[in-house]
């Protein structure tokens, strides 16, 4: 059964910084890809940043490009997502997913809250 289940969500100034962490499980990151999308108001969703073997790497929707770094410990099954120069249009739900290698969303997480403002 696939588990995701993200933490580290707030409240942030403009600039500021914050780390996302997304605890998985019931699949192999050997076969799947995982990802964090994220549900912006007025913009839906889109995939910030997706980790698949398939590209050698995490890769970043070109809006967070250079502020956002996704990473993996993968002996504890976590993966995070740090975001930093956080500004307003990052305001939104954060979600961890599973995704296929080409990192179409498959299974979606709860989602954890992301706030920017003064």
């Known amino acids: 059964q696939v588990q995701l289940v993200e933490s580290g969500g707030g409240l942030v100034q403009p600039g500021g910084s914050l780390r996302l962490s997304c605890t998985h499980s019931?699949?192999?990151?050997?076969?799947?890809?995982i990802g964090w999308f994220r549900r912006v108001p007025g913009k839906g969703r889109e995939a910030a940043a997706c980790?698949?073997?398939?590209?050698?790497?995490?890769k970043y929707v070109s809006s967070v490009e250079g502020r956002f770094t996704m990473s993996r410990d993968a002996a504890k099954n976590i993966v995070y997502l740090e975001m930093s120069k956080l500004n307003s249009e990052d305001t939104g739900v954060y979600y961890c997913?599973?995704?296929?290698?080409?990192?179409?969303?498959?299974?979606w997480g709860k989602g954890t809250e992301v706030t920017v403002s003064a």
């Open positions: 997913v599973q995704a296929s290698t080409m990192c179409e969303p498959m299974y």
């Open positions: 019931g699949f192999s990151l050997d076969d799947f890809a």
């Open positions: 980790d698949s073997k398939l590209f050698g790497g995490p």
